[in-house]
């Protein structure tokens, strides 16, 4: 059974940081690229970042570039998003998703397994 546990949200103010982690169980976590969504209230879920199945290559969503990193260690199964300068539109519901391609996508649809969410909320 695959899972994917996100940990590390949490409330900050604005301009301060917060480091997500997603661990992942029962799959073969290399074979997989990794991504980061998040979803609003009232809105649709949206792409943050992703990374190639060995943390070679990574994307932003032009709304994160320059304050969020994502990264990978695969030898813990593991994925993070280091979350800088953060601002209260930043404020949602962040996931991690696995995707069955060397580099993954940008869409939904794209992702095979998802975790539970983990809530983020910035303060003014």
């Known amino acids: 059974q695959v899972q994917l546990i996100e940990s590390g949200g949490g409330s900050v103010q604005a301009g301060g940081s917060l480091r997500l982690s997603c661990e992942a169980s029962g799959l073969s976590f290399t074979n997989y690229a990794m991504g980061w969504f998040r979803q609003a209230p009232g809105k649709e879920r949206e792409f943050v970042a992703k990374a190639a199945w060995d943390g070679s290559r990574t994307a932003y969503a032009d709304s994160v570039k320059g304050r969020f990193t994502i990264s990978r260690d695969n030898g813990k199964s593991s994925e993070y998003l280091q979350m800088n300068s953060l601002k209260p539109e930043d404020t949602a519901v962040y996931f991690c998703?696995?995707?069955?391609?060397?580099?993954?996508?940008?869409?939904?649809?794209?992702?095979?397994?998802w975790g539970q969410g983990t809530q983020v909320t910035v303060s003014s």
């Open positions: 998703a696995a995707d069955l391609h060397i580099f993954g996508g940008y869409r939904v649809s794209d992702y095979d397994y």
